[in-house]
């Protein structure tokens, strides 16, 4: 008897956490309705714990909404970013921890066993199980219609991929041949490989489970020509169009588009709790607000924005600041994380035989590096903050070597110029600029996505010193897409960006930026959808340096420790450095942050940037809370 009182009691402590859960007040009202079950019900058996105490914060309490700017519509893929819900993700010191999964264990770097958390929840409270991976495996990634690609290149290990194996309802495995170096990194990405969706929503959409007369129905209300566009347009979690799509993430759109405001509620099932027992996320909205990209340097000076990094730059912070206690923010300064707050990308691929042969001579490449003052940039654009450096790895990095950061990258003049004449560019037109030999003008045009005002302060800048070299810059304003496009189509000479998106990469974290793996460089975008489509498309790269780039790339997918994988690293950044893919400016620059003078637990010093930090993501907004939370009303 003792011993079933005793085993009882144990079962009962088991069942029950150490501390009572708090409800969040603007969900009281369904509770009490029943149209929502109580908190303790929605969360799975064993949530994430955050401890903010251990971490340094605060913990906060429920309540109000944060408000945002943003550009065009797609910019709402901003919020999945921010808030950051991964199987598993980087942590503020970029290490990779289980976060919707309980745990996960890794086997000889090939095996990967995922266990979910019991009682888990997607956003409109059906079980998240095995299931939802089975349903991504068997019928969207195993589906020629949904995935015409096939599969993601981080799920294949020499062309193939895993073999998947449902082992409970809570557990699931891929197994390859070979370490997949790529795999864990992927799921923790801004924008990550999604290992599962709502199967017992997205069936509805899919051929294999749909009555054929429903689906041909759901298709023509939808306004779509097939069963793929509607099972794509209703799954896309990077894109959250669909608020009727359940998700994981903190929190959920509840607008559809076309608008100009969209409001995303909280998820009332989402598995993090702070140490109090208190669900995350504290504040019970974000509502983002689209327009001009021009004006929300002036809108968020203005007071109309609570938390703010999108569409600011450093030359945005004496007018930021300057509103700071009249509309109640402050203004904070953030590093950037990427390899140089400008970027000049050549494009390899470019069409005009003339040009491409020019560009893909490396003498050319330096030369137009060299001929830049990155010192004065620096001081008159940064106010001398930002360091002076070749498109590269930051200091931060484990992998930064300052050979890395010099490269070609201190002005000479007469160097450059003496690069120019060994080309045989030394034909000089009425102007004094270059002339190719069939007489044309040696005239760049550098294309923006006409964005912000940075990009084109420093390329009036640029062009007096390229005007030094006989090199003529003109600059052209159009917008992300259109530049995109054209670059891609090879109509672009010369674009403008910023640098190596994740600068502060370590030996385990993928080198793919510095090889062609996709046609969104804009180096050599041709090279990179070849790469990415597996020869079905693009142009095969011929220049010696890029395959080298490219098979060292493979070598590194392949490493099996640590130290294989920092050799090559070091390998290929001295080759994409010295060889000047792109052209760096400076980087480590300031970024203004705006956020309410209300809003807690944001990082006073932290790295703002697409990787690996997910812009806020790996700070984690669910716990941001309002001091005044309770005189903020629910989003609407």
Same mark, same amino acid.
């Given at each position: 008897?003792?011993?079933?009182?005793?085993?009882?009691?144990?079962?009962?402590?088991?069942?029950?956490?150490?501390?009572?859960?708090?409800?969040? /007040?603007?969900?009281?009202?369904?509770?009490?309705?029943?149209?929502?079950? /109580?908190?303790?019900?929605?969360?799975?058996?064993?949530?994430?714990?955050?401890?903010?105490?251990?971490?340094?914060?605060?913990?906060?309490?429920?309540?109000?909404?944060?408000?945002?700017?943003?550009?065009?519509?797609?910019?709402?893929?901003?919020?999945?970013?921010?808030?950051?819900?991964?199987?598993?993700?980087?942590?503020?010191?970029?290490?990779?921890?289980?976060?919707?999964?309980?745990?996960?264990?890794?086997?000889?770097?090939?095996?990967?066993?995922?266990?979910?958390?019991?009682?888990?929840?997607?956003?409109?409270?059906?079980?998240?199980?095995? %299931?939802?991976?089975?349903?991504?495996? %068997?019928?969207?990634?195993?589906?020629?219609?949904?995935?015409?690609?096939?599969?993601?290149?981080?799920?294949?290990?020499?062309?193939?991929?895993?073999?998947?194996?449902?082992?409970?309802?809570?557990?699931?495995?891929?197994?390859?041949?070979?370490?997949?170096?790529?795999?864990?990194?992927?799921?923790?990405?801004?924008?990550?490989?999604?290992?599962?969706?709502?199967?017992?929503?997205?069936?509805?959409?899919?051929?294999?489970?749909?009555?054929?007369?429903?689906?041909?129905?759901?298709?023509?209300?939808?306004?779509?020509?097939?069963?793929?566009?509607?099972?794509?347009?209703?799954?896309?979690?990077?894109?959250?169009?669909? /608020?009727?799509?359940?998700?994981?993430?903190?929190?959920?759109?509840?607008?559809?588009?076309? =608008?100009?405001?969209?409001?995303?509620?909280?998820?009332?099932?989402?598995?993090?709790?702070? %140490?109090?027992?208190?669900?995350?996320?504290?504040? *019970?909205?974000?509502?983002?607000?689209?327009?001009?990209?021009?004006?929300?340097?002036?809108?968020?000076?203005?007071?109309?924005?609570?938390?703010?990094?999108?569409?600011?730059?450093?030359?945005?912070?004496?007018?930021?600041? =300057?509103?700071?206690?009249?509309?109640?923010? +402050?203004?904070?300064?953030?590093?950037?994380?990427?390899?140089?707050?400008?970027?000049?990308?050549?494009?390899?691929?470019?069409?005009?035989?003339?040009?491409?042969?020019?560009?893909?001579?490396?003498?050319?490449? +330096?030369?137009?590096?060299?001929?830049?003052?990155?010192?004065?940039?620096?001081?008159?654009?940064?106010?001398?903050?930002?360091?002076?450096?070749?498109?590269?790895?930051?200091?931060?990095?484990?992998?930064?070597?300052?050979?890395?950061?010099?490269?070609?990258?201190?002005? *000479?003049? %007469?160097?450059?110029?003496?690069?120019?004449?060994?080309?045989?560019?030394?034909?000089?037109?009425?102007?004094?600029?270059?002339?190719?030999?069939?007489?044309?003008?040696?005239?760049?045009?550098?294309?923006?996505?006409?964005?912000?005002?940075?990009?084109?302060?420093?390329?009036?800048?640029?062009?007096?010193?390229?005007?030094?070299?006989?090199?003529?810059?003109?600059?052209?304003?159009?917008?992300?897409?259109?530049?995109? +496009?054209?670059?891609?189509?090879?109509?672009?000479?010369?674009?403008?960006?910023?640098?190596?998106?994740?600068?502060?990469?370590?030996?385990?974290?993928?080198?793919?930026?510095?090889?062609? !793996?996709?046609?969104?460089?804009?180096?050599?975008?041709?090279?990179?959808?070849?790469?990415?489509?597996?020869?079905?498309?693009?142009?095969?790269?011929?220049?010696?340096?890029?395959?080298?780039?490219?098979?060292?790339?493979?070598?590194?997918?392949?490493?099996?420790? !640590?130290?294989?994988?920092?050799?090559?690293?070091?390998?290929?950044?001295?080759?994409?450095?010295?060889?000047?893919?792109?052209?760096?400016?400076?980087?480590?620059?300031?970024?203004?942050?705006?956020?309410?003078?209300?809003?807690?637990?944001?990082?006073?010093?932290?790295?703002?940037?697409?990787?690996?930090?997910?812009?806020?993501?790996?700070?984690?907004?669910?716990?941001?809370?309002?001091?005044?939370?309770?005189?903020?009303?629910?989003?609407?």
């Amino acid at each position: 008897m003792i011993r079933l009182i005793t085993a009882f009691l144990f079962a009962l402590m088991m069942a029950c956490p150490a501390y009572a859960y708090i409800e969040t /007040p603007s969900l009281e009202a369904e509770v009490k309705a029943g149209t929502l079950p /109580p908190v303790g019900q929605r969360l799975p058996d064993d949530p994430r714990v955050i401890n903010l105490k251990a971490m340094g914060r605060k913990p906060g309490k429920h309540g109000g909404s944060i408000r945002m700017l943003m550009g065009k519509q797609k910019d709402i893929r901003n919020i999945p970013r921010y808030g950051y819900a991964r199987l598993i993700g980087f942590n503020d010191k970029l290490e990779l921890q289980a976060d919707i999964l309980k745990s996960y264990e890794v086997e000889d770097g090939r095996i990967f066993t995922l266990h979910l958390r019991k009682g888990h929840k997607w956003s409109d409270g059906h079980p998240f199980t095995s %299931e939802d991976f089975r349903y991504m495996w %068997e019928d969207v990634f195993n589906n020629k219609k949904l995935s015409r690609g096939g599969l993601r290149a981080s799920m294949k290990v020499n062309g193939k991929g895993p073999v998947f194996e449902v082992l409970d309802k809570y557990t699931v495995r891929y197994s390859w041949d070979a370490p997949n170096p790529n795999f864990l990194p992927a799921i923790a990405a801004t924008d990550p490989l999604y290992l599962a969706k709502p199967a017992h929503y997205l069936k509805q959409f899919h051929k294999k489970y749909q009555d054929k007369e429903v689906l041909k129905k759901l298709v023509a209300e939808n306004r779509v020509k097939n069963w793929r566009k509607l099972h794509i347009r209703k799954g896309r979690f990077k894109r959250p169009y669909n /608020p009727d799509l359940p998700t994981l993430d903190p929190w959920r759109n509840t607008v559809a588009p076309p =608008s100009e405001r969209y409001v995303f509620k909280r998820n009332p099932y989402f598995h993090r709790v702070d %140490e109090n027992g208190r669900q995350l996320p504290y504040t *019970d909205a974000i509502i983002v607000s689209t327009g001009s990209t021009q004006l929300i340097p002036a809108k968020s000076g203005a007071g109309d924005s609570d938390l703010q990094g999108r569409f600011l730059n450093f030359d945005d912070y004496t007018h930021l600041k =300057s509103g700071e206690k009249r509309n109640h923010y +402050r203004v904070l300064l953030w590093r950037s994380g990427v390899g140089s707050a400008v970027a000049l990308l050549p494009n390899l691929n470019v069409k005009d035989k003339t040009w491409r042969t020019t560009l893909r001579d490396v003498r050319f490449r +330096r030369a137009l590096s060299i001929a830049i003052n990155r010192h004065e940039i620096n001081q008159i654009s940064f106010f001398g903050l930002a360091r002076e450096s070749a498109d590269t790895i930051l200091p931060q990095s484990p992998l930064f070597k300052p050979e890395y950061q010099n490269a070609w990258s201190h002005q *000479d003049i %007469e160097m450059a110029n003496q690069l120019l004449d060994d080309m045989g560019l030394t034909s000089r037109g009425s102007q004094k600029y270059r002339l190719f030999p069939d007489g044309r003008t040696v005239e760049i045009i550098v294309e923006t996505a006409g964005e912000n005002t940075l990009q084109s302060d420093v390329l009036e800048l640029i062009k007096d010193y390229w005007h030094e070299i006989g090199v003529k810059l003109i600059i052209r304003n159009s917008q992300r897409d259109v530049l995109r +496009r054209r670059a891609i189509a090879g109509l672009t000479v010369m674009s403008v960006w910023s640098g190596l998106d994740n600068a502060m990469a370590s030996p385990d974290m993928s080198p793919r930026e510095l090889a062609p !793996t996709g046609q969104s460089q804009l180096q050599w975008p041709q090279w990179g959808n070849y790469v990415v489509s597996e020869g079905r498309k693009g142009e095969k790269p011929d220049l010696p340096e890029v395959k080298k780039l490219e098979k060292l790339f493979q070598l590194w997918q392949s490493a099996t420790t !640590t130290a294989q994988r920092r050799k090559i690293w070091h390998e290929m950044l001295h080759i994409y450095t010295d060889q000047v893919f792109t052209i760096g400016i400076v980087n480590g620059s300031l970024i203004p942050i705006v956020a309410s003078d209300k809003l807690q637990n944001i990082p006073d010093k932290a790295v703002y940037s697409y990787s690996p930090t997910s812009y806020f993501g790996v700070y984690m907004p669910d716990t941001f809370w309002y001091l005044d939370a309770e005189k903020r009303g629910a989003a609407k």
